[in-house]
């Protein structure tokens, strides 16, 4: 009787991890952070038997994944948990970040599969030595030599013309105040991904300043919901692009000429893994807290100040001008007629 019971103790921790055969790591290199997923319980791994760069166990159960993020991408001797940079000069630079997930059990005998998940983010972009510029806008996502295929896929965030998204807009992009409150239309998309793979947009805000932990801020979309009725979301995680629509704004007290950064949160999710879909708002409070899972992008927006203030001084000038040269001209007429 004592072994059965101890059996039984024993048999919630021997199936609290069903093993998978998780061959592949799917990674997203943002601008400002990788993230790297791998499916949940790898050849039979627990989170807490894994770690990035065999330093540190931070990862993160999200659904179906376990899930790394590096935020940090600057170079520095002690890069973080074990990240290695490489720079790679020519007429074409970049920067190579490299790191691995690993499994490590201190236990007397193994009984899993080893793993050694290896990765790597390349960024084409101007480097400075103590802050990433890479471009805001756009992010790479890629799978490896997993059973669900290689594929690498180009993330980014554009403006379009219309609600018809069929034209993206130049950077970089300028709101006159006379067009404040107009609609701008916002496309995130990711092409060359399977159709299994959706993109998510789980938060969007507005910042005064170019960073996005700025407390100064406007939220659009929180976790995946509107929040206002001046937020309209056309697609969210059904396709290889979500798209919504906002009215512009402005922030106070800011000059004539001013940026707004808009930032969003989003991610690409395996379709046929998990449910990608959010629940709809309407059976659900929008709770002020953000629950973030994905990268970043950010987009930059001038704001110019109207000048026609000074072009209507221009004008009344022009005005008085042409009025004083008309009565002069029709008074040296009078005279001359009266000479005559």
Not at 187 to 195: F, M, R, T, W
Request: aromatic fraction near 12%; include cysteine.
């Amino acid at each position: 009787m004592a072994f059965v019971s101890a059996l039984l103790m024993l048999l919630p921790v021997a199936w609290s991890c069903i093993p998978q055969k998780a061959d592949y790591v799917m990674v997203s290199c943002f601008p400002n952070a990788i993230i790297a997923n791998v499916p949940e319980c790898p050849y039979g791994w627990e989170i807490e038997h894994l770690s990035l760069g065999g330093v540190c166990y931070n990862g993160i159960h999200s659904p179906g994944y376990y899930r790394f993020i590096i935020p940090d991408l600057t170079p520095k001797n002690h890069s973080y948990c074990g990240t290695q940079s490489e720079y790679m000069p020519g007429k074409d630079p970049k920067y190579i970040f490299y790191n691995s997930i690993v499994s490590n059990d201190t236990s007397l005998t193994v009984r899993n599969q080893p793993v050694n998940y290896t990765f790597s983010c390349t960024y084409r972009a101007a480097y400075l030595v103590n802050n990433a510029v890479f471009s805001q806008r756009v992010a790479t996502v890629y799978v490896n030599n997993g059973s669900i295929g290689t594929f690498r896929s180009q993330l980014s965030m554009n403006v379009f013309t219309n609600s018809k998204f069929l034209y993206a807009k130049d950077a970089p992009y300028v709101i006159d105040t006379s067009e404040i409150g107009s609609e701008v239309f916002i496309g995130i998309e990711a092409k060359g991904l399977s159709n299994r793979f959706k993109v998510v947009i789980n938060n969007c805000w507005a910042t005064p300043s170019p960073y996005s932990t700025d407390r100064k801020r406007w939220s659009l979309i929180i976790n995946s919901c509107s929040s206002d009725n001046t937020v309209t979301i056309f697609e969210n995680a059904k396709d290889s692009r979500s798209m919504f629509k906002f009215n512009s704004f402005r922030f106070q007290r800011q000059e004539k000429v001013s940026t707004v950064w808009l930032h969003c949160e989003v991610q690409v999710c395996d379709g046929e893994r998990i449910i990608c879909q959010p629940s709809p708002c309407s059976v659900r409070s929008l709770s002020s807290e953000v629950d973030p899972n994905g990268g970043i992008l950010t987009a930059e927006f001038h704001i110019k100040g109207n000048q026609s203030s000074n072009n209507g001084h221009i004008t009344g000038v022009s005005v008085l001008i042409l009025l004083v040269v008309l009565i002069n001209t029709c008074y040296d007429f009078i005279n001359g007629s009266r000479i005559l």
